[in-house]
């Protein structure tokens, strides 16, 4: 069972351009929602997270958009550059107060921005 | 640099056999967690451990099992490999009090 879906798999952007990626989830108990950004032999850098006592967040050009109610949140990278040419990860966990759980992750976009 | 590190970075071992993965979190951090990923089914939780204690446990075999140590360093230990388990396996800090987790460069596993 998948319990964060993510779409889509692959995504092309002109350079300036916005790239939008979106997320569903199943388990009404998440409270935590990551985003993860990973470069070919990296490991997954964080960029951006939400609690969803609030609707936007936004830290330089990421944006997250979360709808409690739809059970869905999206990444929004404006003026996107062909840095941030990477794969994509959306999670989710259950924030326990004594700490996050693991993380459930999406599958995963590739994102490329082109020049 | 996340402040996490791991070791080896590469492992070639053949089926069968039994090896183990090391990882340091980052200073201050308490909460170890271990990831895998591969291909097939991409980023999944193993488990988690918090001051030496196993706080959650994900998707992980009874052939592997991990301990965090003293000094906060944690090792996971994978037996008896298979073929499917080649991945790449990552592990994750932090204070064990807040949501945010920072991936070590992770170790390449390749099973032959």
């Known amino acids: 069972q998948q319990q964060v879906k993510q779409s889509p798999q692959s995504l092309i952007v002109q350079k300036g351009g916005i790239s939008i990626i979106n997320c569903a989830y199943e388990?009404?108990?998440?409270?935590?929602f990551p985003w993860y950004q990973q470069f070919p032999g990296k490991g997954p850098a964080l960029l951006i997270a939400?609690?969803?006592?609030?609707s936007e967040k936004k830290e330089g050009r990421f944006t997250i958009s979360f709808n409690k109610s739809a059970k869905q949140f999206s990444l929004h990278i404006m003026d996107s550059q062909p840095g941030d040419s990477a794969t994509y990860f959306c999670?989710?966990?259950?924030?326990?107060?004594?700490?996050?759980?693991?993380?459930?992750f999406g599958k995963g976009t590739h994102l490329i921005i082109q020049p | 640099d996340s402040g996490v590190t791991q070791t080896p970075k590469h492992l070639i071992t053949a089926t069968g056999q039994r090896v183990t993965l090391r990882c340091s979190p980052r200073?201050?951090?308490?909460?170890v967690y271990w990831y895998q990923q591969s291909l097939d089914q991409g980023l999944q939780f193993l488990i988690q451990?918090?001051?030496?204690?196993?706080?959650a446990k994900g998707n992980i075999l009874e052939r592997f099992s991990a301990q965090q140590f003293p000094d906060l360093h944690s090792e996971l230990n994978l037996s008896s490999l298979e073929l499917g388990d080649s991945a790449l396996y990552f592990c994750?800090?932090?204070?064990?009090?807040?949501?945010?987790?920072?991936f070590g460069p992770g170790t390449r596993l390749t099973v032959t």
């Open positions: 999670a989710a966990s259950v924030d326990s107060g004594g700490g996050a759980d693991g993380l459930t």
């Open positions: 388990n009404t108990a998440f409270d935590y």
């Open positions: 939400i609690r969803p006592d609030v």
């Open positions: 200073s201050g951090d308490l909460s």
């Open positions: 451990y918090y001051n030496g204690e196993e706080r």
């Open positions: 994750a800090s932090n204070t064990g009090t807040g949501g945010e987790q920072y």
